[in-house]
Each structure stands twice: as C-alpha cells, then as structure tokens.
C-alpha cells in the first residue's frame, strides 16, 4: 500500500499526479482501474476524535490492500483508493470488504461508512472526471443514510410496457432503492403543455401528443442515472426507442389483458380506451404492440407479482450485468 497524506491543496495535487500516472498505464497495457472514495460519517461527537478514527481505518487497511494500492486521505475522516487492474465490480468487493472490518468500529461508535465508486474507462478518461463521479456517487450514499455503497452509473434503466404493467409505481420504487432519479415522460408532456393527456388528445388529437412525446423523450434519453417512465404507445416510434436504448437498459413490464383491465378499468383518464369496449381495445393494442415491447434487454411478467418483487427482480438482473454493486 502506498499512503499519501493529503490535507492540502499540494497533496491533491500528488494525488492527481498519481491518478493521471495510473489512466496513462491503463491505457498502455488496457486495463481498467477504480477510483473509491469511503467517508466516515460520525453521528456522535466524543467516541472517537477524526484522527483515530482515521488512522483506525489506515489500520484496518493494512489488511485489505495490496502494495500497488494508493491510499490517501480525503478530508477529515475520508479515504481515497486507486485501486489499478481493479474494475467497478472489484471496487464494490474492496468497499464491502472495508465496512466488514470496520464493523466492530461501527458497534463501539456511532459511526457509518458510504462509499463511492467510479471506474477508468467505463465512467470517464480524465482524473477530474473519474473523481467527480466517485464524489457524485458518494453524496448519494450519503443522502441514502449512511452505511452505503455506490457506484457511478452513466446509464438509464427504462420501463416500458402498457398502460397498468406498473412503469411509475415501480420506477419510483427502483429508482428509490437504487438512489437514481426517476422521470415519468407524460408526467413532463402534462406538466409542459398545462393540460392533462386526455385532454390534448381530445383537443389536439393522438398525432399532436406523440410529437410532444417524441421532443420528451429525445431530452430524457441524453439524462444519465435515471429510471425513465415513457407512455406505453412511445415505443412505437423506432426514433423514440433508438434514443431510449442509446443510453438505456429497456425493460419490459409486462401483464395480461384481464390483469390490465383489473387495473384500469376504474380509472378515467386514458385516452385510447374511451369511446370503446376497453377489454377488447386492450387485448388489441397489446397484440399490435407485442414485437415493440418484445424488443426490450429483459421481459418481467407483474401479472402476479406486487411492486416490491417486480423491483427485486429489476436488481437482480442488473447486478447479473454488472451495472451495481448493491
């Protein structure tokens, strides 16, 4: 392990020095590394003063490191780690392996630790860019409680499927548990227009709201760390779906035409099934719509699942693709 004390304006610049030192061997020999910032956040003054509670934590690492490690100090009571041929994956194992030393620390303490992760050259090719997405994904590990790991994401998660597959509840709750921000598109379209949908489609007509949808939908698609809600005619248009996916993982919530009668036939204000027998409207939107929403990265069926297991579900298959850490 190499230890740099940096307190200073000069020492952030050593520690510059030697991050700019590891973007330029990783690209020579083509491999990633990660960047971790871990800060120590004391919920109770008079246990521990900042400085043991730091050289605990340079203690501890002792253990956890390897000589070619760069350590320093980030603050009063935080921890900056270049961690070389590491990817994201390996830095989440080193945060995770820090937290289970410090859990005697924690107990003794009222003390917690949140981590931020960012990895060359998934999340940047410039040491300052590298380390203001380490810092962005520490402050929301921070703003989550405390005692959490994060890594920066430069990618959207949208939920695409009819109307009552569950896109907004869900979304709030995924982008909640995964400390993203959550967008409904015809949230934005109402918001924008002073009006509800039903209302532009019954004074405008449904040509005039897809080309509102089209415009939100190419603004949200250049967002980052975001769960997108678009409509569920949106995926029509192959424009609206090659913005999506140029910075998204698409995923399909999908459910039966009894199940999303159940769901909305209590409800007044979705356009397309007025005027109509709306089961049958259903069923025939959902068989013209099939191959749009097939298209999507991952299919969930929430016929019989609650928002909860749908949300589960959604974290588990992007952890299977290596995107988090959580």
Same mark, same amino acid.
């Given at each position: 392990?190499?230890?740099?004390?940096?307190?200073?304006?000069?020492?952030?610049?050593?520690?510059?020095?030697?991050?700019?030192?590891?973007?330029?061997?990783?690209?020579?020999?083509?491999?990633?590394?990660?960047?971790?910032?871990?800060?120590?956040?004391?919920?109770?003054?008079?246990?521990?003063?900042?400085?043991?509670?730091?050289?605990?934590?340079?203690?501890?690492?002792?253990?956890?490191?390897?000589?070619?490690?760069?350590?320093?100090?980030?603050?009063?009571?935080?921890?900056?780690?270049?961690?070389?041929?590491?990817?994201?994956?390996?830095?989440?194992?080193?945060?995770?392996?820090?937290?289970?030393?410090?859990?005697?620390?924690?107990?003794?303490?009222?003390?917690?630790?949140?981590?931020?992760?960012?990895?060359?050259?998934?999340?940047?090719?410039?040491?300052?860019?590298?380390?203001?997405?380490?810092?962005?994904?520490?402050?929301?590990?921070?703003?989550?409680?405390?005692?959490?790991?994060? =890594? @920066?994401?430069?990618? #959207?998660? /949208?939920?695409?499927?009819?109307? %009552? *597959?569950?896109?907004? +509840?869900?979304?709030?709750?995924?982008?909640?548990?995964?400390?993203?921000?959550?967008?409904?598109?015809?949230?934005?379209?109402?918001?924008?227009?002073?009006?509800?949908?039903?209302?532009?489609?019954?004074?405008?007509?449904?040509?005039?709201?897809?080309?509102?949808?089209?415009?939100?939908?190419?603004? =949200? @698609?250049?967002?980052? #760390?975001? /769960?997108?809600?678009?409509?569920? %005619? *949106?995926?029509?248009? +192959?424009?609206?779906?090659?913005?999506?996916?140029?910075?998204?993982?698409?995923?399909?919530?999908?459910?039966?035409?009894?199940?999303?009668?159940?769901?909305?036939?209590?409800?007044?204000?979705?356009?397309?099934?007025?005027?109509?027998?709306?089961?049958?409207?259903?069923?025939?939107?959902?068989?013209?719509?099939?191959?749009?929403?097939?298209?999507?990265?991952?299919?969930?069926?929430?016929?019989?699942?609650?928002?909860?297991?749908?949300?589960?579900?959604?974290?588990?298959?992007?952890?299977?693709?290596?995107?988090?850490?959580?």
């Amino acid at each position: 392990m190499i230890l740099l004390n940096v307190r200073n304006m000069s020492d952030q610049d050593l520690f510059q020095g030697w991050l700019n030192g590891e973007i330029s061997r990783s690209i020579r020999y083509n491999h990633p590394f990660s960047l971790v910032i871990l800060e120590i956040n004391l919920k109770e003054e008079g246990s521990f003063s900042k400085d043991e509670v730091f050289n605990e934590f340079i203690r501890m690492l002792k253990y956890t490191t390897r000589e070619s490690d760069v350590i320093s100090r980030f603050g009063d009571v935080g921890i900056m780690a270049i961690l070389p041929e590491t990817g994201k994956k390996g830095g989440c194992v080193f945060a995770e392996r820090i937290r289970g030393l410090a859990k005697d620390l924690f107990d003794r303490a009222s003390i917690t630790l949140s981590a931020g992760i960012a990895s060359f050259p998934e999340d940047g090719k410039t040491s300052s860019l590298l380390y203001k997405k380490a810092c962005d994904a520490l402050q929301k590990a921070k703003e989550k409680g405390g005692n959490e790991i994060m =890594v @920066s994401r430069d990618f #959207n998660i /949208v939920l695409i499927g009819f109307m %009552g *597959a569950g896109k907004t +509840k869900v979304g709030t709750r995924l982008a909640e548990k995964l400390g993203m921000g959550f967008v409904d598109i015809d949230d934005l379209i109402e918001t924008k227009a002073g009006m509800k949908i039903s209302q532009i489609f019954s004074e405008f007509g449904e040509s005039y709201f897809r080309d509102l949808e089209r415009k939100e939908v190419e603004h =949200v @698609s250049n967002l980052t #760390n975001y /769960v997108i809600s678009p409509g569920g %005619g *949106a995926i029509l248009n +192959k424009d609206n779906m090659d913005a999506l996916r140029k910075n998204g993982i698409l995923i399909y919530l999908k459910a039966s035409a009894e199940v999303i009668f159940e769901r909305t036939c209590h409800t007044s204000h979705r356009p397309l099934l007025e005027n109509v027998s709306p089961y049958e409207q259903i069923k025939k939107l959902l068989r013209y719509r099939a191959p749009f929403y097939e298209a999507s990265d991952y299919t969930i069926d929430t016929s019989n699942l609650n928002i909860e297991e749908v949300v589960t579900k959604i974290i588990e298959y992007i952890k299977d693709r290596k995107l988090t850490c959580q």
